[in-house]
């Protein structure tokens, strides 16, 4: 965790550089910005910021699946993705020691006008297509994270993401054979 408290710290100071490059010689001097992009362990920086915000944008979704959509296996999936995704996040943040993201990234497509079979048909797709990601983005991190504790974690939380696809795909079968 000292290795991401320092990832953040090397964050600002790489962006103050331009400043910090007028410092007298025979001081020290921040990395550039490009150099600490570089930097192996900024990778694990990069999981938590994914991987929260894609716990943001399943929390969202699974809310959006409660109200909208007509299969109760939909909708009880939708509240899964809240219950799991909310507590992740939450353990996440605590284990990074990094402020959680204010909102998730814009969706790449709206799913809020759709109603009925289409809803539970684009909502499944889209978890289905969510979940391939984020096996990968914790797979990586598991097998080339930096930091010992987000690497554990992100090996520990492996079996449910995996989880959650399969179920997903459950329900794609499912949902494809509902007639309109």
């Known amino acids: 965790m000292k290795a991401i408290w320092a990832l953040g710290t090397t964050a600002v100071l790489a962006l103050a550089y331009p400043v910090a490059a007028q410092v007298p010689s025979g001081q020290a001097k921040p990395r550039p910005q490009a150099e600490a992009a570089a930097d192996p362990e900024s990778a694990d920086v990069e999981f938590v910021r994914k991987a929260a915000e894609g716990g943001l944008k399943e929390i969202e979704l699974g809310k959006l699946a409660i109200d909208k959509a007509s299969s109760e296996e939909v909708r009880?999936?939708?509240?899964?993705?809240?219950?799991?995704?909310?507590?992740?996040?939450?353990?996440?943040?605590?284990?990074?020691?990094?402020?959680?993201?204010?909102?998730?990234?814009?969706?790449?497509?709206?799913?809020?006008?759709?109603?009925?079979?289409?809803?539970?048909?684009?909502?499944?797709?889209?978890?289905?297509?969510?979940?391939?990601?984020?096996?990968?983005?914790?797979?990586?991190?598991?097998?080339?994270?930096?930091?010992?504790?987000?690497?554990?974690?992100?090996?520990?939380?492996?079996?449910?993401?995996?989880?959650?696809?399969?179920?997903?795909?459950?329900?794609?079968?499912?949902?494809?054979?509902?007639?309109?």
Not at 118 to 135: L, P, Q, S
Not at 153 to 169: D, M, N, S, Y
């Open 76 to 180: 009880a999936f939708g509240k899964q993705m809240v219950a799991d995704h909310s507590k992740s996040n939450a353990e996440l943040m605590a284990l990074a020691s990094m402020p959680p993201p204010s909102a998730p990234p814009k969706p790449e497509e709206d799913l809020s006008g759709l109603s009925g079979v289409a809803f539970d048909r684009a909502y499944v797709a889209k978890m289905v297509t969510d979940h391939e990601a984020t096996v990968e983005l914790f797979e990586a991190e598991a097998r080339d994270g930096k930091d010992d504790v987000l690497r554990k974690w992100a090996a520990q939380k492996l079996p449910t993401v995996r989880g959650h696809l399969e179920k997903a795909r459950g329900l794609q079968s499912k949902v494809a054979k509902t007639a309109p």
